[in-house]
């Protein structure tokens, strides 16, 4: 079907129906020990060029739309191998100049130090940012971020997947810092440190020097390790802050479980993270 484009005068074929576009829009998250973090790309072409974006991109004709979602973080990031889960569907008619656009919104959480960023494709740099202080934003982006956080707030409170954003080994001050950071708030750290223990989801970690050839259980991991995200020493007369790893691994984001979990380990983790942040 052929018509005149009134405004540009020029011949345009739709057809009877007219397709909408798809794209695929990541929000990464990781967090750097202190600040919850969102990995961002400068766009190099326009509409918005020298703006920032999420990583995404249209998907191609012969590609499902979990396939452009990894294509496109790998050609604009350098991050492969990403578990990423579908968050949610924006389709405002005018949320693109271009044409008629919807997009899928996927979203991981992740260790920065696992990954080295690499710009490529049409974005000409990528960056991690401080959530809190994201630069003016290409799109309709700062709402997907601002949708994507609020559904983070309350998945958190759900399940375990705050620990997808620590190192293996982490102190209880770390993971307190993740959970305020996510939502907003600030907790007594006597109270969040003693339910985190009683949950029953960590396990310490001791140095090899510590156990002085002790017989070891189940209660502990041992392991000769350190902060891996500050190399600060601890103050004179000061302890080192005690180390502690995930127990009782359950899933990634959408119910992805680990090799021999249970789905009692899955419910009984959830239930954990339920009691330890009813305050």
């Given at each position: 079907?052929?018509?005149?484009?009134?405004?540009?005068?020029?011949?345009?074929?739709?057809?009877?129906?007219?397709?909408?576009?798809?794209?695929?829009?990541?929000?990464?998250?990781?967090?750097?020990?202190?600040?919850?973090?969102?990995?961002?790309?400068?766009?190099?072409?326009?509409?918005?060029?020298?703006m920032w974006a999420?990583?995404?991109?249209?998907?191609?004709?012969?590609?499902?739309?979990?396939?452009?979602?990894?294509?496109?973080?790998?050609?604009?990031?350098?991050?492969?191998?990403?578990?990423?889960?579908?968050?949610?569907?924006?389709?405002?008619?005018?949320?693109?100049?271009?044409?008629?656009?919807?997009?899928?919104?996927?979203?991981?959480?992740?260790?920065?130090?696992?990954?080295?960023?690499?710009?490529?494709?049409?974005?000409?740099?990528?960056?991690?940012?401080?959530?809190?202080?994201?630069?003016?934003?290409?799109?309709?982006?700062e709402e997907i971020?601002a949708e994507t956080?609020?559904?983070?707030?309350?998945?958190?409170?759900?399940?375990?997947?705050?620990?997808?954003?620590?190192?293996?080994?982490?102190?209880?001050?770390?993971?307190?810092?993740?959970?305020?950071?996510?939502?907003?708030?600030?907790?007594?750290?006597?109270?969040?440190?003693?339910?985190?223990?009683?949950?029953?989801?960590?396990?310490?970690?001791?140095?090899?020097?510590?156990?002085?050839?002790?017989?070891?259980?189940?209660?502990?991991?041992?392991?000769?390790?350190?902060?891996?995200?500050?190399?600060?020493?601890?103050?004179?007369?000061?302890?080192?802050?005690?180390?502690?790893?995930?127990?009782?691994?359950?899933?990634?984001?959408?119910?992805?479980?680990?090799?021999?979990?249970?789905?009692?380990?899955?419910?009984?983790?959830?239930?954990?993270?339920?009691?330890?942040?009813?305050?």
């Amino acid at each position: 079907m052929c018509y005149i484009d009134t405004k540009t005068m020029k011949m345009e074929y739709t057809y009877k129906y007219p397709h909408a576009a798809i794209t695929a829009d990541c929000v990464i998250y990781g967090f750097d020990g202190e600040r919850l973090k969102i990995l961002l790309v400068e766009r190099g072409v326009e509409p918005c060029k020298g703006m920032w974006a999420l990583p995404g991109g249209f998907m191609k004709i012969d590609e499902t739309i979990e396939e452009t979602a990894k294509r496109e973080l790998s050609e604009e990031t350098g991050l492969r191998n990403v578990f990423m889960t579908q968050f949610k569907v924006f389709s405002k008619v005018d949320r693109d100049p271009r044409e008629r656009v919807v997009t899928v919104v996927f979203m991981a959480l992740v260790r920065p130090s696992d990954y080295m960023l690499v710009a490529g494709d049409d974005a000409s740099n990528a960056l991690w940012f401080e959530e809190r202080f994201l630069p003016p934003l290409a799109f309709d982006h700062e709402e997907i971020i601002a949708e994507t956080h609020r559904y983070l707030e309350e998945l958190i409170r759900l399940k375990p997947v705050a620990f997808e954003l620590l190192n293996k080994t982490f102190s209880l001050g770390e993971l307190q810092r993740v959970y305020e950071e996510i939502t907003g708030k600030n907790y007594d750290r006597r109270n969040f440190q003693r339910k985190a223990v009683q949950s029953g989801l960590l396990t310490p970690v001791v140095s090899k020097s510590e156990c002085r050839g002790m017989e070891c259980d189940c209660d502990v991991v041992c392991e000769s390790v350190g902060s891996r995200y500050s190399a600060k020493r601890p103050k004179p007369g000061r302890k080192p802050n005690r180390l502690f790893t995930f127990l009782k691994k359950n899933s990634g984001v959408d119910g992805k479980k680990f090799e021999g979990e249970s789905r009692n380990d899955s419910e009984e983790s959830d239930a954990s993270i339920k009691d330890l942040f009813d305050f």
